[in-house]
């Protein structure tokens, strides 16, 4: 059964690249074609296209929606949105005006920055490496990276382009994790952000319920078998043994069914929020790539249920960080306003974990439990009452904290 479980996840995983390969009728959309700012625009928004150098030289491609439909250009509050592993920008906007949450803010009056990891499909550059070529040097990084470099330099961009002092920030999943990754090690940056919501807050994992991320984390300790399965630098790069599989499999018809039904086993059930007619599209945009070592730093929090740096093993974190174990990061440190939005069958965010780290943090401003018993770890991006459940409770949040005189 496992097996079972675990093949069809793996199946979600890597459609999209099969996609690419096999001319599957499921796939055949429009808007799984389009890249992210011809899908803004294509909607009527404005849109801009940004890049931003990291201190370590990834290049990272962030997008912009200045302003709402039929609004005029000027200042306004900035909203940062950060998309979780394996995601991309594409997460905001691929549900329409009317629904996604990139649009809904930009309506609301906000200037919109979607971000772009680094590695993922818009932030695959870097100033002297080949993300192919040179693998084993570009693909080196974990979330950890990702909050000490990424976020840093694309806030200070935002702030800078927008002529603001502060932004919001709203995370999803490993979105929120690179944020208190950020805000415990340069905590200075907390006087730059108002106020942050997490979407599923990710920071300690170990009573998470989904049976594939505990499956793989029993691989920590045999790092040789997972890099086999997942490729050892880029997560399942397209040639591996995984994708070729899923390209396989997602071509005969009873496994089809699979295909679309494995996401609900990676992240919790709910077919109810879960609008089906996006589904293709959606396949079209995730996976949008990552390093194997973001999963490696997140299988070793589920095995030691901490939420600390990276571990090289005893000798490599004497070489690290001088101690026989990675430093944690300091909670207490992230003082800006952190709203935390959370739900009780997301299979990735458990309510535990999720409690924990909301006493940890420096300034815990109000935690939401999400009104639909079945809310799950993808319906903060696509879920049918996204708006009324979670946008429309941020855009209240928001409100109170707007300085205008900042404008
Ligand atoms: C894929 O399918 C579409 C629609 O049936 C067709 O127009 C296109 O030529 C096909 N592409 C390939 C590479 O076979
Ligand atoms: C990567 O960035 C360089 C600038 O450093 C640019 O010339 C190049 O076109 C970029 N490559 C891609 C694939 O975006
Ligand atoms: C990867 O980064 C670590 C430090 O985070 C460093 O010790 C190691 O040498 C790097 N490996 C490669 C291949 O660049
Ligand atoms: C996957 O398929 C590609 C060709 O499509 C092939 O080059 C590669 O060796 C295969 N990988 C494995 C692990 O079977
Ligand atoms: C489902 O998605 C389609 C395509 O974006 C949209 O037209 C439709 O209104 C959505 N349905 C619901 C119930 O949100």
């Known amino acids: 059964m496992m097996i079972l479980q675990m093949l069809s996840v793996f199946i979600a995983l890597f459609l999209s690249n099969s996609a690419q390969g096999a001319n599957l009728s499921l796939f055949i959309n429009k808007e799984t074609d389009l890249k992210v700012p011809e899908i803004i625009s294509k909607y009527g928004y404005p849109v801009e296209n940004h890049y931003v150098t990291t ?10 929606i200045p302003y709402g439909k039929d609004q005029a250009f000027g200042a306004r509050p900035i909203v940062y949105i950060q998309h979780g592993v394996l995601s991309s920008s594409a997460d905001w906007i691929i549900a329409g005006p009317e629904k996604g949450l990139a649009f ?46 990424d976020l840093p330099a694309a806030i200070d961009y935002a702030l800078d382009i927008g002529k603001q002092k502060r932004l919001f920030y709203i995370g999803h999943s490993q979105g929120t994790t ?19 919501f997490s979407m599923a807050p990710i920071a300690y994992v170990n009573h998470l319920a989904s049976p594939m991320l505990k499956y793989m984390a029993l691989f920590q300790y045999q790092l040789e078998f997972f890099y086999s399965l997942f490729g050892k630098h880029e997560f399942v790069p397209t040639d591996s043994f995984m994708h070729n599989m899923t390209k396989l499999y997602c071509q005969l018809e009873p496994w089809k069914t699979m295909c679309a039904n494995s996401l609900f086993m990676m992240c919790g059930y709910n077919p109810k929020q879960f609008n089906m007619t996006l589904l293709p599209t959606i396949m079209g945009h995730t996976p949008a790539g990552a390093a194997t070592k973001q999963f490696m730093h997140y299988t070793q929090e589920i095995n030691s249920g901490m939420f600390r740096q990276f571990d090289f ?42 409690l924990k780290l909301y006493k940890e943090i420096g300034n815990p401003a109000a935690k939401i439990l999400i009104q639909d018993p079945m809310w799950n770890h993808l319906d903060y991006m696509w879920g049918i009452e996204a708006v009324p459940l979670v946008y429309n409770k941020i855009i209240t949040l928001m409100m109170s904290h707007v300085d205008f005189s900042l404008i």
Request: aromatic share 18%.
């Open 55 to 64: 201190k370590d030289g990834y290049i990272l491609n962030l997008h912009r």
């Open 104 to 149: 809904v803010m930009a309506d609301a009056g906000y200037d919109v920055w979607l971000g772009n990891s680094r590695g993922n499909r818009y932030s695959r550059n870097h100033t002297s490496l080949d993300p192919d070529r040179d693998a084993s040097e570009f693909w080196n990084f974990s979330w950890h990276e990702m909050g000490i470099y």
């Open 178 to 196: 690179v944020f208190y990754v950020m805000a415990s090690q340069l905590p200075e940056y907390n006087s730059k952000v108002t106020a942050h």
């Open 313 to 354: 093993g005893y000798f490599g974190n004497w070489i690290n960080y001088n101690s026989a174990f990675p430093p944690k990061y300091n909670l207490a440190k992230v003082s800006s306003p952190g709203y935390f939005l959370y739900s009780r069958n997301d299979w990735l965010s458990s309510e535990t974990d999720v």
